[in-house]
């Protein structure tokens, strides 16, 4: 798809109102989700949206600690060389959260040729929505989100712990999904978030307590934009962020940060519109029609591919355990949380696919990319989607293809895989699988604590 640029006029309309605003937060996401970039002074800004704000292109070479993989050859290689970052239009919004004198802006890498930057997972998905576009079609996207509230001091272990409760001041330990007790204990916190996330136009929907203590999830409504709906979930993962902090908490998306708690996921519903604004999946059959059908196959064909994107890190395999809501199989049903992907319950004409699979920890454009393009893959192939599962889907998984649960094969999955090759590109694919292999390797070669608990004495 075309780079849509933003015009300097829209950020003077936004100063003039908003004369408080000193300085401007330039936000980068990188292939971890992980905001890099700059703060520039207000009367800085009219060079960034003309020509642009100077990063290296080893912003997308970075491990979770912000090193670069050098192997990616966007290091030394060719002089950690900059490349100019142009806002992304409709993003500068204000931060209440740290006064009245700070906003932000997201960007977006380009080349040195000017043309997108092939490593920015944003434009990666903008590769993908083209082909979209050829049909004349759009998807409609939904994030959920699952995190928790930690207290900022760790355990004697290093280890995280949850947060005192601010109506009973006891640490709890216990697990109450849907529970209106818990959710009253950080309703202040909560509402906050939902304020903020009001000013910077992200659209939460519903809010409920999870599984394990001070874990919650909210819900972002659908757009008609999957890119939007991208900006959205960053935007929002940093507000939840912020305001955690200004309340003496820490918020984490952490796939697993409690051994023996349920993890943190990202879930993705979509459907897709055609040009009339008709969602091409309507139909009164619960398991939609054979486009959805198609997609469902898909996506299923695909997931064990996508699986280095859905879980990027070591801790993300902590997560992938059976009976624990995270999908071990390549599944499929309706109305049933133990599948892959699930065909939830609703109206004939707002029939949709959720993916189940990704924890938080996910960058949400790349999530968004793989599933649209197996979603996409299996429409253009007409793949045959296999019997939808009922009842216990860790029991009844048949002949399910299992899906990857360590990192290792993962990464083979997704390196040797056509599908996203043709879909985000060989370029892209090398660099991520490169990226992720040099974290995956650095973080195995370092000493534990169980290194000695389990092996000094006995062996």
């Known amino acids: 798809m075309a780079l849509l640029r933003d015009d300097f006029s829209n950020a003077q309309a936004f100063l003039a109102a908003r004369p408080a605003v000193k300085v401007v937060d330039l936000l980068l996401p990188d292939l971890c989700g992980i905001l890099r970039g700059k703060r520039v002074d207000v009367a800085d800004l009219s060079t960034v949206y003309d020509k642009g704000m100077y990063l290296p292109?080893?912003?997308?070479?970075?491990?979770?600690?912000?090193?670069?993989?050098?192997?990616?050859?966007?290091?030394?290689?060719e002089g950690d060389a900059d490349r100019p970052?142009?806002?992304?239009?409709?993003?500068?919004?204000?931060?209440?959260?740290?006064?009245?004198?700070?906003?932000?802006?997201?960007?977006?890498?380009l080349d040195h040729d000017r043309r997108p930057f092939f490593g920015d997972p944003r434009h990666v998905l903008d590769t993908v929505l083209g082909r979209y576009a050829k049909r004349g079609w759009r998807p409609v996207v939904a994030?959920?989100?699952?995190?928790?509230?930690?207290?900022?001091?760790?355990?004697?272990?290093?280890?995280?712990?949850?947060?005192?409760?601010?109506?009973?001041?006891?640490?709890?330990?216990?697990?109450?999904?849907?529970?209106?007790?818990?959710?009253?204990?950080?309703?202040?916190?909560?509402?906050?978030?939902?304020?903020?996330?009001?000013?910077?136009?992200?659209?939460?929907?519903?809010?409920?307590?999870?599984?394990?203590?001070?874990?919650?999830?909210?819900?972002?409504?659908?757009?008609?934009?999957?890119?939007?709906?991208?900006?959205?979930?960053?935007r929002f993962k940093r507000i939840v962020?912020?305001?955690?902090?200004?309340?003496?908490?820490?918020?984490?998306?952490?796939?697993?940060?409690?051994?023996?708690?349920?993890?943190?996921?990202?879930?993705?519903?979509?459907s897709v519109q055609n040009e009339s604004g008709h969602n091409v999946f309507a139909s009164a059959d619960e398991l939609g029609n054979a486009l959805l059908k198609h997609a469902a196959a898909g996506l299923l064909a695909t997931m064990a591919d996508g699986m280095a994107v859905f879980a990027p890190n070591a801790n993300s395999y902590r997560r992938l355990r059976p009976e624990a809501y995270v999908p071990t199989h390549a599944t499929w049903g309706y109305n049933n949380r133990g599948v892959a992907v699930r065909v939830p319950v609703s109206g004939p004409e707002d029939r949709r696919l959720e993916h189940r699979v990704a924890g938080a920890d996910a960058n949400?454009?790349?999530?968004?990319?793989?599933?649209?393009?197996?979603?996409?893959h299996g429409i253009e192939k007409k793949l045959a989607a296999p019997e939808a599962l009922t009842g216990n889907a860790?029991?009844?998984?048949?002949?399910?293809?299992?899906?990857?649960?360590?990192?290792?094969?993962?990464?083979?999955?997704?390196?040797?895989?056509?599908?996203?090759?043709?879909?985000?590109?060989?370029?892209?694919?090398?660099?991520?699988?490169?990226?992720?292999?040099?974290?995956?390797?650095?973080?195995?070669?370092?000493?534990?604590?169980?290194?000695?608990?389990?092996?000094l004495e006995p062996v």
């Open 57 to 77: 292109g080893s912003m997308f070479a970075l491990d979770v600690m912000g090193g670069t993989i050098q192997a990616t050859g966007l290091g030394f290689d």
């Open 241 to 270: 962020k912020g305001i955690a902090l200004r309340h003496g908490l820490e918020a984490t998306f952490m796939a697993k940060p409690y051994e023996d708690m349920a993890g943190s996921g990202m879930h993705m519903h979509v």
């Open 85 to 109: 970052c142009l806002p992304v239009p409709g993003s500068l919004f204000t931060s209440p959260w740290m006064g009245p004198s700070v906003a932000q802006l997201q960007v977006q890498m």
């Open 143 to 234: 994030i959920e989100l699952e995190f928790y509230f930690v207290d900022p001091e760790r355990t004697p272990a290093g280890h995280a712990q949850p947060p005192r409760s601010q109506l009973t001041g006891r640490r709890e330990h216990r697990t109450q999904i849907n529970s209106m007790a818990d959710l009253n204990s950080v309703s202040d916190i909560l509402s906050e978030i939902a304020a903020n996330c009001a000013v910077q136009d992200v659209p939460t929907g519903t809010a409920l307590a999870e599984y394990g203590p001070s874990q919650w999830e909210v819900n972002l409504r659908h757009v008609d934009d999957a890119r939007l709906a991208c900006d959205q979930a960053i």
């Open 394 to 455: 860790y029991s009844q998984r048949s002949s399910a293809p299992r899906l990857p649960t360590d990192w290792p094969t993962a990464l083979a999955h997704f390196g040797a895989s056509s599908v996203l090759r043709e879909f985000l590109g060989d370029r892209f694919v090398q660099l991520y699988e490169v990226t992720r292999r040099g974290e995956m390797q650095d973080f195995m070669a370092r000493l534990t604590p169980l290194d000695f608990a389990w092996y």
């Open 364 to 376: 949400p454009y790349l999530l968004c990319a793989v599933v649209l393009a197996g979603m996409l």
